[in-house]
């Protein structure tokens, strides 16, 4: 899965603008956050008979969530950042444990690999990371994304992922269609995105 987005890193009283450009794991599988049989407690449902359709529900959520969130809810994963230029940066997904490498063209086009002396990170209190660059070498002319940070991503959810989870699944599976008639909706207060609020990965470094 891809997601493309305009980051704005500020440092001191500099400010710059950044496209970066995040190829992202597979989504996680619905049961490895929660398991069918706690999601159909939750629903109350005692039957087999919608286990295929529980199942898929429990999918969506979770790539609903990861996707809400910019997060991976499978440890181990790697994810591509492609930058424009050298620039600091926030990788704002993941969240990023560790950096794998840092490639480049360089201006004959080539792929080459970024010495690790040449950049540093640190942790940013949302989860996410910044990764700095310093004496970088020339980039090729008119590529996009010369600049590609593979990172290790993904950690274990937590029980406001997972009951966000079971949440949105109980709202799909009442509301099996895009659109209800003869009814008036009203959100629940304290719901999904209030579960949510503090697991988002966001640059707010603007």
Same mark, same amino acid.
């Not at 969530?65 to 600091?88: I, K, P, Q």
């Given at each position: 899965?891809?997601?493309?987005?305009?980051?704005?890193?500020?440092?001191?009283?500099?400010?710059?603008?950044?496209?970066?450009?995040?190829?992202?794991?597979?989504?996680?599988?619905? &049961?490895? #956050?929660?398991?069918?049989?706690? !999601?159909?407690?939750?629903?109350?449902?005692? $039957? @087999?008979?919608?286990? *295929? %359709?529980?199942?898929?529900?429990?999918?969506?959520?979770?790539?609903?969530?990861?996707?809400?969130?910019?997060?991976?809810?499978?440890?181990?994963?790697?994810?591509?950042?492609?930058?424009?230029?050298?620039?600091?940066?926030?990788?704002?997904?993941?969240?990023?444990?560790?950096? &794998?490498? #840092?490639?480049?063209?360089?201006? !004959?086009?080539?792929?080459?690999?970024?010495? $690790? @002396?040449?950049?540093? *990170? %640190?942790?940013?209190?949302?989860?996410?990371?910044?990764?700095?660059?310093?004496?970088?070498?020339?980039?090729?002319?008119?590529?996009?994304?010369?600049?590609?940070?593979?990172?290790?991503?993904?950690?274990?959810?937590?029980?406001?992922?997972?009951?966000?989870?079971?949440?949105?699944?109980?709202?799909?599976?009442?509301?099996?269609?895009?659109?209800?008639?003869?009814?008036?909706?009203?959100?629940?207060?304290?719901?999904?995105?209030?579960?949510?609020?503090?697991?988002?990965?966001?640059?707010?470094?603007?």
């Amino acid at each position: 899965m891809t997601n493309t987005g305009s980051l704005a890193i500020g440092l001191g009283f500099l400010f710059f603008y950044i496209t970066m450009h995040v190829v992202r794991p597979a989504h996680t599988q619905g &049961t490895n #956050v929660v398991t069918l049989a706690d !999601a159909k407690e939750f629903l109350r449902v005692d $039957a @087999s008979d919608e286990d *295929t %359709t529980i199942t898929a529900l429990l999918d969506a959520a979770v790539a609903w969530v990861e996707d809400y969130c910019n997060r991976s809810f499978t440890a181990g994963g790697s994810a591509v950042f492609h930058l424009e230029r050298w620039r600091n940066a926030a990788l704002a997904y993941g969240p990023v444990t560790a950096i &794998t490498h #840092v490639k480049y063209n360089d201006t !004959a086009g080539a792929e080459q690999t970024l010495a $690790a @002396s040449k950049y540093y *990170t %640190t942790a940013a209190t949302d989860g996410g990371m910044l990764i700095y660059f310093h004496d970088t070498p020339d980039l090729e002319t008119y590529n996009a994304h010369p600049v590609r940070v593979t990172a290790a991503v993904g950690v274990e959810e937590s029980a406001n992922v997972k009951h966000a989870v079971k949440m949105l699944v109980a709202h799909w599976y009442e509301n099996r269609r895009a659109v209800v008639t003869g009814t008036t909706p009203v959100q629940v207060p304290i719901a999904v995105e209030s579960l949510l609020s503090v697991e988002r990965i966001i640059d707010n470094r603007q």
